[in-house]
């Protein structure tokens, strides 16, 4: 499994994060030791308090167990997976924490140690962690029998579909014939009586009239090129002037183009919205079975727990009243009696001990097989949008010039985190 750790202080937003139920499905505190606290919160303020005391500010040691998401990995294999860090680290005894998430399918476990070391008052030295973890790492998944990542084969390695690249390539520019460019323009022209029916029939065209630089007037097209008017319509500057008025009274070719851009992104953004509210329809039958399915296997797990605390008390009572007392328990300890019945219920009650956690095992292992399904269906609808989402961003912006393509998919980019950043339910549009 993957191992992630780091030394930290933050004992509150540690404690936190570790409990948030919000974003996991499932959150299980699965053991506290070593503390006088009972409570994950107040354990991890139980080590900042010792260690003010000290000179550390980084007092824990908090370490994620993330094991491959095709494989079943039962409560045991993380429990020796953290004794090993303990034996490696040199945190054996220390106080410590172990958590339990489960999210989209996928269960992973969080430890976090005291790195305050009470007799001596002072943290314990925690040199080289990360090669240390990775040496961890390596070994589990060999005696797993896990295929290695790539990056544990080669330490140098790293996946590189992890690395930042461009989402698609700059396609060539498809160039109109300049013949059907000028016969457009004549066109537009020649019907228009006015500035207004001009700058109407342009548009309809793709073009935009402004004001140019040294050419007097000109067109704009959506690709951002400029068309000086007097070249193109074959018309004298003065006969422009004399129908379209002063040039200076229309928009500069860079506001013109700022106005083009504007448009562009905000009809991508209405093609987006059309594809977020596509799929957010599909989305929103998985979200119901999502809810439903965690609230049903928190019940699972809640029976499960008081059937088995049943079952102990019962079982418990059984072995209590194997205990001979008064005379006959005098003579049952004389005989040795006595000690044999206890070697036997201690033997039995660790064998239950085993029993049910084999039990609760079974059963979350089942439920993340069932989540993990469910996941999958998940995963096809965000892959189904990412899809449509990439053939928009190319049929939107493939043909436009380099510069011209960078400097939109920016705006657009911008727009979108503005956008998902003003929602009050941006975070629930595609984590599910």
Not at 10 to 30: S, W
Not at 218 to 236: N, P
Not at 345 to 369: G, K, P, S, T, Y
């Amino acid at each position: 499994m993957i191992i992630i750790a780091s030394q930290r202080g933050g004992a509150a937003k540690l404690a936190a994060h570790l409990m948030n139920v919000r974003d996991n499905d499932h959150v299980e505190l699965h053991e506290v030791s070593g503390f006088m606290a009972d409570t994950l919160p107040d354990a991890l303020q139980e080590i900042r308090a010792q260690a003010m005391g000290t000179r550390c500010n980084q007092y824990l040691f908090s370490a994620s167990l993330n094991p491959p998401e095709t494989e079943k990995v039962g409560t045991d294999v993380f429990e020796q997976a953290i004794s090993r860090i303990e034996e490696r680290m040199g945190l054996q005894d220390q106080p410590r924490v172990i958590v339990f998430h489960e999210k989209e399918g996928r269960r992973h476990a969080h430890c976090v140690w005291s790195r305050i070391d009470t007799t001596e008052m002072k943290a314990i030295n925690l040199p080289f962690y990360k090669s240390k973890l990775m040496e961890i790492s390596k070994e589990i998944y060999l005696e797993q029998d896990w295929k290695l990542p790539q990056g544990l084969i080669e330490r140098g390695q790293s996946n590189p579909l992890n690395f930042t690249r461009a989402q698609w390539e700059h396609a060539k520019r498809l160039d109109d014939d300049p013949r059907l460019i000028k016969a457009a323009l004549k066109d537009c022209w020649a019907v228009s009586d006015s500035k207004e029916a001009f700058q109407n029939k342009l548009e309809e065209r793709g073009y935009y009239l402004a004001k140019g630089d040294r050419r007097g007037f000109v067109a704009v097209d959506c690709q951002g090129e400029v068309y000086s008017l007097s070249k193109w319509l074959d018309v004298k500057t003065k006969a422009l002037k004399e129908r379209l008025g002063d040039p200076q009274q229309l928009p500069s070719v860079e506001e013109t183009k700022a106005n083009i851009d504007s448009r562009l992104v905000e009809r991508v953004q209405q093609f987006t919205s059309e594809i977020q509210k596509n799929s957010g329809a599909r989305m929103e039958s998985l979200l119901e079975q999502k809810v439903r399915m965690v609230d049903r296997h928190q019940d699972e797990r809640k029976n499960l727990d008081e059937m088995q605390q049943q079952r102990w008390h019962q079982e418990s009572e059984v072995r209590q009243t194997r205990l001979n007392t008064g005379i006959r328990g005098l003579w049952d300890r004389l005989t040795g009696q006595h000690d044999q019945t206890k070697d036997q219920n201690e033997l039995e009650a660790w064998q239950a001990v085993i029993r049910d956690r084999q039990q609760r095992d079974e059963l979350i292992q089942r439920q993340l097989q069932e989540r993990h399904s469910l996941q999958l269906n998940i995963n096809h609808v965000r892959k189904a949008q990412e899809n449509e989402m990439e053939h928009l961003k190319t049929m939107m912006f493939s043909t436009l010039p380099a510069e011209m393509k960078d400097r939109l998919q920016k705006q657009f980019e911008q727009s979108q985190s503005r956008q998902s950043n003003s929602s009050p339910n941006h975070s629930n549009n595609y984590d599910l």
